[in-house]
């Protein structure tokens, strides 16, 4: 009988069918009496089976990069805004000109 950690390194072996013999019946025991480990290996082999789902490999378009740097630079511009430009819209102008009367 082999414990959790056993059944989690066995785990990805079995997944890539290169566990031994005498593993596969110990890993198989554990996990019809451990619902976590079954758990596991059941996430695992649906991990493997999208990985492996042909087409699944997704190029990233040339422009991610630039993509990113543009985004991180508007970033940077909104939370510090050049201060050259502060003096045509005032941010905290007066606002009782504006009112009702
Ligand atoms: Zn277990």
Redesign the pocket.
């Known amino acids: 009988m082999i414990d ?1 950690d056993q ?1 989690r390194a066995l785990l990805p072996v079995a997944m890539d069918k290169a566990l031994a013999e005498e593993h596969q019946g110990d890993l198989a025991m ?1 996990l019809q009496n ?1 619902g ?2 079954a758990t596991l290996e059941r996430t695992l082999q649906a991990t493997i089976q999208l990985s492996a789902w042909p087409g699944q490999e997704i190029p990233l378009p040339p422009t991610l990069g630039q993509a990113v740097v543009e985004a991180v630079r508007a970033a940077k511009l909104a939370a510090n805004p050049p201060a050259e430009d502060a003096g045509d819209d005032p941010p905290s102008g007066p606002a009782a000109e504006n009112g009702s009367v």
């Open positions: 959790c059944a554990h451990c976590p480990c």
